[in-house]
């Protein structure tokens, strides 16, 4: 459990990624706007149905993390909810992209609950099950960003289909949109049962203990944890922001027409899939909290920056304010995978903290927090929308006002968030030095009071020996 798995290993475990991020980009940034656009939803009903919806299924998570920690199958305790979620996702994919101009409020809020149930209980139980697959500092921050790639590559796979299905169909939106949807819905099965086939899940013998909402409040009582999930929702919180005005901002402020807006956020995830490996990287010579820190900085000034994007309105593609877009989207992207990766890492050094003090493994309720403070990110994200129509912007009248508060609440909220996010991860006290004390003890503790050996499945996939220090 400490030593290097394989990359091909981490490659399969990885795989769910895609078609779950490739679901969770168009909830915030496609599916808003074409409910407005396209299907003729009001700014206030979309926003309000993925607000309250998102909002309310945070409080299903502490419900799974619990249960999951109680699950013992011979497959172990994360993988049967995994795959009873990927039926849940199709169904709920392919009524929610597939949806035609008349459908009401009622269609969309019920469609948003089914599919995030379905949503939590595959994040939930796929981030959940990396964190048993090393006890390593290091190698956890490999292992997620093997998964982090995997968000961002399935994130470029289904940005790459509205603007060749614009191509094909001439500007037909509504195609692009459902494409991204039977994208998912064949995804779905595929990577979930290569993952489940490759990766094995060591089945920890089961220990008696209480795992609800009074033990979910009980650690989020950690100074450790409430400093790492403040971090995660300030940077989850920023971005989810720029991704739902992003088509906004670029087709009203700078006069970038859909398609085009389109290849710049295809950019900007090309970036970020370039940014993966370089955050374990640095996290391996400075800690994962200062990289974090680093990262937010970066993305803070390229925020600011954006606002000074000179407007498109047509022409080549290789025009100045063109290729000024791609540069500024690039460094943009660059640090968009760094809390996603890194603060997972971190939760699971956190678990063993927790296990060291209760003597209880936690690590489904842990990873119930983070994935909270992530919906509650882009469930506020999702509600700028609410803030924009208050503060008078009209997606079809364009006025003075409307258009500066998009600027603002596009570039200069985020840039701030950006900022505290800075200030906040430099006081998270679990480094390197401090988890290697924390690991020290567990083992001594585990040798002198062994529990029953647990069962491991035939298939487990293996560890490789460490390479030197080059890898």
């Known amino acids: 459990m400490t030593g290097r798995r394989s990359s091909w290993t981490l490659a399969a475990f990885a795989a769910p990624s895609l ?127 093997w998964w982090s790639a995997g968000n961002v590559v399935g994130m470029i796979l289904v940005l790459l289909l509205p603007p060749i299905l614009a191509m094909i169909y001439r500007g037909n939106h509504a195609a692009g949109v459902q494409a991204m949807g039977w994208f998912i819905i064949a995804l779905l099965p595929l990577t979930f049962l290569l993952a489940m086939k490759v990766v094995g899940e060591t089945n920890v013998p089961p220990v008696k203990h209480e795992a609800g909402l009074r033990q979910y409040v009980d650690l989020l009582k950690r100074p450790s944890v409430r400093t790492l999930l403040f971090a995660d929702l300030l940077m989850g919180l920023a971005p989810g922001i720029t991704g739902a005005l992003f088509f906004f901002f670029f087709e009203r402020i700078k006069g970038f027409d859909k398609a085009s807006a389109g290849i710049l956020l295809l950019i900007y995830f090309v970036a970020a899939l370039g940014g993966s490996p370089i955050w374990p990287a640095l996290a391996k010579k400075i800690g994962k909290h200062k990289a974090l820190a680093i990262a937010a900085l970066i993305y803070a000034f390229v925020q600011v920056v954006t606002v000074f994007t000179p407007r498109y309105d047509g022409g080549s593609p290789f025009s100045p304010p063109m290729l000024l877009g791609m540069v500024i989207l690039v460094l943009a992207g660059l640090p968009y995978s760094a809390a996603p990766l890194l603060v997972r890492s971190m939760m699971a050094d956190l678990g063993d903290e927790e296990r060291l003090a209760s003597g209880v493994d936690r690590t489904g309720l842990l990873y119930a927090i983070v994935n909270g403070t992530v919906k509650l990110g882009y469930a506020l994200a999702v509600g700028v929308f609410l803030v924009l129509a208050q503060l008078g912007f009209d997606p079809k009248v364009p006025s003075a006002q409307g258009d500066t508060a998009l600027i603002v609440l596009y570039a200069a909220a985020p840039a701030v968030l950006g900022l505290l996010v800075c200030a906040v991860i430099l006081r998270y006290p679990l480094d390197a030095t401090a988890h290697a004390e924390i690991r020290r003890q567990l083992d001594a503790r585990d040798a002198a009071e062994p529990l029953p050996s647990p069962s491991p499945e035939p298939h487990v996939s293996p560890l490789v020996a460490p390479k030197p220090a080059a890898e």
């Open 19 to 145: 078609p779950l991020a490739a679901l969770g980009l168009p909830l915030v940034v496609y599916l808003p706007e074409y409910y407005v656009s396209e299907l003729g939803l009001s700014l206030s009903v979309v926003g309000s149905a993925f607000l309250l919806v998102r909002v309310a299924d945070i409080i299903l998570d502490p419900i799974l993390g619990g249960m999951m920690d109680r699950t013992r199958t011979g497959i172990g305790r994360f993988r049967p909810w995994l795959a009873a979620a990927a039926p849940v996702l199709m169904l709920a994919a392919y009524f929610l992209f597939m949806a035609k101009p008349g459908v009401g409020p009622l269609y969309l809020w019920g469609w948003l609950v089914v599919c995030y149930v379905g949503y939590s209980m595959a994040v939930l139980s796929h981030t959940a099950w990396g964190a048993v697959l090393s006890l390593d500092y290091q190698q956890r921050s490999r292992v997620y960003g």
